[in-house]
């Protein structure tokens, strides 16, 4: 009997599976080495985007640390400044206070130049005021003198006029003295 002789190739699905499995492993490959090289591309981008702002962060920081120290380079100038700006101020309320005063002078002799003499002046500083003395020869001059400082024109430039002491001397003179408050510029 001829022997024959069959065949039988138990490998040949085993080399299909595995055919299918080397196809398959060449594409997970495939895919795995796209999501690895986006995955770099990523981390890449993001160190860069870090470093970038490190970079503006320094920078920045940098720049603080300049203008801080022009600032305190100018702490000396503006405290100099503020000095000078108080002494201006102090200077401008003196010479406001004796401007003040020497109107008030100025404007008690002109009114008063026919009916009363001026014969003493004291300046309060503290309470910016002005004491007058006023010396009238008689009473028709005194009582003139008196509507005068009753009048609304006086009044509405001094509103505040206290008058304290009233005297009449032997040779029928009056003296009386006046206390005013200055204008205040508020």
Known sequence: MAKLMINI????????????????????FRLSSYVLGVACL??????????????RINTTENKIK??????????????NYLIF??????????????????????YFSETFAEKAEIVGMSYQEEQGGLVLQLSSE???????VNQILDSEKLRGQYHDIE????????????KLTLKLELKKND
């Open 9 to 28: 190739n138990f490998l040949a699905n085993r080399v299909k599976q595995k055919s299918k499995q080397k196809e398959q492993d060449v594409r997970i």
């Open 42 to 55: 990523l981390m890449i981008g993001v160190f860069g985007f870090k470093l970038f702002n490190n970079l």
């Open 138 to 144: 008689n009473i028709f001059k005194f009582r003139e």
């Open 66 to 79: 300049e203008y801080r120290a022009s600032i305190l380079a100018q702490e000396n100038v503006e405290l």
């Open 163 to 174: 008058k304290n002491t009233l005297s009449r001397a032997d040779n029928g003179s009056y």
């Open 85 to 106: 700006v108080n002494k201006i101020r102090a200077i401008s309320e003196i010479y406001q206070k004796r401007s003040d005063k020497q109107a008030a002078m100025n």
